[in-house]
């Protein structure tokens, strides 16, 4: 099942794709994502049976929005495949000993589609594309065994990154965490539809050219290691949001490196999962 947001042109609403087209999930009770997380296998239950016979609004006539807008938490996971700590190496970046984590604050999470704003203090705005994980039931001790039944589902992340702002502090949140610098969706894919989300081929294309091609099979931490060490800290809620890590050949690590500018447009694809697809823009003053 693939649930969204989106705005039709009577404002935000929750959804689900059926084909090339989205019912509404108003008059289910469901006003948005979040409350379908929530309540769970029951809400998925109860969606597909309203889904089978309700009107349904064309798919290219809405505007997709960020499936959650605002989590109680984003967070995110650095230097999460091989090849990536390898590059990260030859600028100077030690492989962490442990898991490193970082937030990206709430507010930077914007739609599947939206622009990606380029600030005006910073010309080193970096992309990365990454699997990205719905936490469907509370989840705390939890055992990597175990993790796979608390996530809801999946989505595609782009872990926008100001490079030289990430490196103002050692928690590398003011650099990722820019307003716009969190493009997820382009829906929520429930857990049920991904047979193994540790294979699935991930790519980002800056301008249509391909920047990564990885596979998320490639992670040093799977998703269910990641919960595990999360949830011995602190509990993991439902809605949550998780960014499991991006590969190799971030325009950091380029020779010369190559940040983004305005008028790029960068998409991130995730097979199994979907794509977005953001072009930067101008800061508005």
Known sequence: MKLV????????????VVGDAVVDLEPLGFLDLLSVVREGVGALARITDFATSAA?????????????????KYLAIGMNYRKHVEEGAKLGIAEPKKQLWFNKQTTSITGPFDGIVKPDVS????????????????????????????????????????????FHSQTMTMGKSFDTHGPIGPWIVTADEIADPHDLPIRCFVNGEERQSSNTG??????????EYLSTAFTLEPGDLIATGTPEGVGI??????????????????????????PVVAEAR
């Open 5 to 16: 947001r989106f705005d039709g042109g009577a404002g935000a609403r929750a959804g689900v």
């Open 56 to 72: 349904s609004i064309p798919l290219a006539s809405v505007r997709l929005l960020a499936p959650i807008e605002r989590p109680g």
């Open 123 to 166: 010309d080193q705005v970096d992309y990365e594309a990454e699997l990205g994980v719905v936490i469907g039931k509370a989840a705390k001790h939890v055992s990597a065994a175990d993790a796979r039944s608390h996530i809801f589902g999946y989505f595609v992340a782009n872990d926008v990154s100001t490079r030289d702002w990430q």
């Open 218 to 227: 490639m992670m040093l931490h799977n998703i269910y290691e990641q919960i």
């Open 253 to 278: 690590a380029m020779d010369p490196p190559v940040f983004l500018k305005v008028g790029d447009v960068v998409r991130c694809e995730i097979d199994g999962v979907g794509a977005i697809e953001n």
